[in-house]
């Protein structure tokens, strides 16, 4: 260690060496990194840049500077990520919660009034449960075929009013307010960024050569009288499978844009 670091020389170091490697948004990564090294937020860099680096820091600045080198995501460094304004806890368990699925909740809550229980299902971290409850100030419950304990905490830490339980989907509901949705969509043959592809839960990203075996199963699953909101890949062409001639068992069908103008968030009612 340089015993004379400071604060200030140890992000720019950091920044440089990202940077070399080709990691996006470097400096952002190197704050990241040193204020959690240090326990604090980034904006103490901005106040105490001449401060020396203390020996404990340092080391743990550069074995997550090298993690993140290795492809790990900053967010599973961390065990951080913020969706809709509230901190979550994240794990290489869930899938790390991402801004555009913040306009699912925009969607719902356009809806106003919701009759009947409010049902998350492919849960993950629990960042959409957690956050519907809280906005509409109600309980939710949640599913998830994979581990819950991280969702679980996330309710614990930010007081919020959710079940949850494990199960397959919507295998086990049999009435419904609303049904919301961000589950795996991705076809299996499609090769992502490293980070994604090496780190995060294959099971919450792939569903089947088209990407649409589990939509497919929520749409057959979800029941008479709930809504349906979900998550969707841009590239899907959702409309048939809504659409179909022989079933007219759907209403008020409609897909949002994201912020980059891509097809995102589906809507529909179960007659």
Known sequence: MQPELSLGDAVR???QILEQAGIPAPRLTAEVLLSHALGQDRSYLFAHSRDPLTELAWIHYGRWLNERLNGKPTQYITRRQEFYGRDFLVSPGVLIPRPETEHLIERVLELGSIFGPVIDVGTGSGCIAVTLSLELKRKV???????????????????????????????????????????????????????????????????????????????????????????????????????????????????????????????????
């Open 141 to 271: 419950f949640a599913v998830d075929i994979g581990p819950l304990e991280v969702a679980r905490e996330n309710a614990s830490r930010l007081g919020a009013d959710v079940e949850f339980w494990q199960g397959d989907l919507l295998t086990a509901v049999r009435h419904a307010g609303l049904i919301v949705t961000n589950p795996p969509y991705i076809p299996s043959g499609d090769v992502l960024d490293r980070e994604v592809q090496d780190w995060e839960p294959a099971r919450a990203l792939f569903s089947g050569p088209d990407g649409l075996d589990a939509w497919r199963r929520i749409i057959q699953q979800t029941p008479s009288g709930a809504w349906l909101v979900g998550e969707i890949d841009s590239r899907a062409d959702m409309q048939p499978l809504f659409h179909d001639p022989s079933n007219d068992s759907w209403e008020h069908y409609e897909v949002r844009p994201d912020l980059a103008g891509k097809p995102r968030v589906i809507s529909a009612r179960r007659k």
């Open 13 to 15: 170091q950091g920044t």
